[in-house]
């Protein structure tokens, strides 16, 4: 007998959370690329020259760290998805609910994470200084140089702050869905037959 369908449905979001974390990691590290080709950009334009992002270096690099958790629990998801399927072996190992209280933590983990890096890139920016020229001096070369340092205008910076939001919004839709009769184990395939009907 084939896939229920809840069952497929609930095998798409986890294929979703996945998809949505490695282009999160994906477009984090372009983003800290960038940042190395403007450090080297200011070095090379400004005697003793340096840009300051720590901020949005540290909410990346934990964006990083829990996508890549994701990643990880979606792998194991699937298999508690598809764990009557799999060896005895396994199935004693995956603990009720599972799916739910997994995706849980991540969201948890996941909101504060989004709140932070979206205020970031909202209403801060990067800082240029120079060990050499005064502060004013350094501003009026940037703003002259027509290049912005806002992390709004960095288009990869907006991009995964977005998609960060869209799998969160997908974890809290996964929990749902675990959550609901139809994702017991004790729901079924002849009980779903039954609603169908």
Do not use: H
């Amino acid at each position: 007998m084939g896939l229920s369908d809840i069952r497929i449905f609930r095998l798409i979001v986890q294929v979703g959370l996945t998809t949505l974390s490695l282009a999160v990691i994906g477009l984090c590290i372009k983003a800290m690329n960038d940042l190395e080709e403007d450090k080297r950009t200011i070095a090379r334009l400004l005697p003793g020259g340096q840009i300051e992002a720590r901020n949005i270096v540290g909410s990346g690099v934990a964006l990083v760290m829990v996508s890549c958790g994701i990643v990880l629990m979606t792998i194991l998801n699937s298999i508690y998805i598809l764990k009557d399927r799999c060896p005895q072996a396994i199935r004693k190992r995956c603990p009720a609910d599972f799916s739910r209280k997994t995706m849980a933590v991540f969201a948890f983990i996941l909101t504060p994470i989004n709140i932070a890096q979206s205020c970031l890139t909202a209403t801060q920016s990067a800082r240029v200084s120079s060990s050499t020229l005064p502060a004013d001096t350094v501003e009026n070369l940037v703003a002259f140089s027509g290049r912005s340092l806002l992390y709004k205008d960095k288009v990869t910076i907006v991009d995964y702050t977005v998609i960060a939001w869209i799998t969160l919004l997908l974890l809290l839709i996964g929990i749902t869905i675990e959550s609901s009769k139809f994702s017991r184990p004790e729901y079924g395939d002849a009980d779903q037959e039954k609603t169908s009907a």
